[in-house]
């Protein structure tokens, strides 16, 4: 059973600060997804990284996929209060995975103003 | 958009009863999954369809069963509930090469 270690938990900052989630596992990956929740919504699709060191930036947001595809980092430059939210990472293991996908427990980010 | 609903969205049991969710595409996708979420567990899958009549277990099957008869419509049964199922109920389908589009979910409450 692959298992996808997501930290930190909960993380709660001043708008305008740095931060960065880890998403971290023994096994790997063939690509590695990232979403974003909002309460009482189905997760949403932030960027899927694929290739071994690869960088994605979305705006402020920067996704990283470890050379070993084993691991994975969201960083958020200048938090808004609008990226409050439930981040999620997802890996899938690829070949006959038939597309499943493995979570991590989630990070629970709050911007304060 | 990709076209998923989810019935109901909202829906309160009792333990032992029967209990089936529903969930509904419209542009029929081959890949359909159940998951569901719970506070520190991220989502985990249930069961997995690859097409119609097509389906296997995820890491957490036990007491759940599905059916795919029709490519649009994939049924999560729970065939008697019990308290341990109460949780909110995602269904997703996948859209193309690693992307998943997930549904606005159903929050099962039993009691």
């Known amino acids: 059973t692959q298992l996808l270690e997501q930290s930190p938990q909960f993380l709660s900052i001043q708008e305008g600060e740095n931060l960065t989630v880890y998403c971290n596992s023994s096994s790997v990956f063939s690509s590695l997804q990232w979403y974003r929740q909002e309460p009482g919504e189905g997760p949403v699709l932030l960027v899927t990284?694929?290739?071994?060191?690869e960088v994605k930036k979305l705006k402020r947001l920067t996704f990283q996929f470890g050379d070993a595809r084993k691991d994975s980092s969201l960083h958020i430059t200048a938090a808004q209060t609008g990226d409050t939210g439930l981040y999620l990472c997802?890996?899938?293991?690829?070949?006959?995975?038939?597309?499943?996908?493995?979570f991590g427990q989630g990070t629970i980010l709050t911007v304060h103003p | 958009d990709a076209g998923i609903t989810q019935s109901p969205r909202h829906k309160v049991t009792e333990t032992g009863t029967p209990v089936t969710l529903r969930c509904h595409q419209t542009?029929?996708?081959?890949?359909m999954y159940w998951y569901r979420q719970d506070p520190g567990h991220g989502l985990r899958l249930i069961h997995y369809s690859y097409g119609v009549k097509d389906t296997d277990k995820g890491e957490v099957s036990d007491g759940y069963s599905v059916s795919r008869s029709k490519t649009e419509d994939f049924l999560l049964t729970l065939e008697s509930a019990t308290s341990s199922q109460t949780s909110v109920y995602f269904c997703?389908?996948?859209?193309?090469?690693?992307?998943?589009?997930f549904g606005p979910g159903t929050r099962l409450t039993v009691l």
């Open positions: 542009e029929n996708h081959r890949y």
């Open positions: 997703a389908i996948r859209g193309g090469a690693d992307t998943q589009y």
């Open positions: 990284v694929v290739t071994g060191g």
């Open positions: 997802a890996g899938e293991a690829g070949g006959t995975s038939y597309g499943k996908l493995t």
